[in-house]
């Protein structure tokens, strides 16, 4: 059974910076997507940023592009998601999830993950 933990989020000034992380732990991934997405109360999920595991590509949502940066950690199995420049309207819950059968080099999935971590608070205050 694959479980993704993440951790890293909190209250932080408009500005400031976070790093987020997505620990995997029951499968070594060697292939697939890694994703980090955000939903904000009345608002649909969305996808920021992503990671083709064998190819590394990478892709940016707009809204993220030039703030946030998506890396790996391949003996730990983690990913991270660097956040600066963070604004209030980053407020949201973070996810990250993991579609293992998926090869991509410009467009990531943008639906079908498998495995989804429990989300975690990113509190923007202006």
């Known amino acids: 059974q694959v479980q993704l933990v993440e951790s890293g989020g909190g209250l932080v000034q408009a500005g400031g910076s976070l790093r987020l992380s997505c620990a995997a732990s029951?499968?070594?991934?060697?292939?697939?997507?890694m994703g980090w997405f955000r939903q904000a109360p009345g608002k649909e999920r969305e996808l920021l940023a992503a990671?083709?595991?064998?190819?590394?590509?990478?892709y940016y949502a707009d809204s993220v592009k030039g703030r946030f940066a998506i890396s790996r950690d391949v003996p730990k199995n983690t990913v991270y998601l660097q956040m600066n420049g963070l604004k209030s309207e980053d407020t949201a819950v973070y996810y990250c999830?993991?579609?293992?059968?998926?090869?991509?080099?410009?467009?990531?999935?943008?639906?079908?993950?498998?495995?989804w971590g429990q989300g975690t608070q990113v509190t923007v205050s202006s």
């Open positions: 999830a993991a579609k293992p059968d998926s090869l991509w080099t410009i467009n990531p999935p943008r639906s079908g993950y498998n495995y």
């Open positions: 029951g499968r070594t991934f060697s292939s697939g997507t």
């Open positions: 990671m083709c595991w064998s190819r590394g590509s990478i």
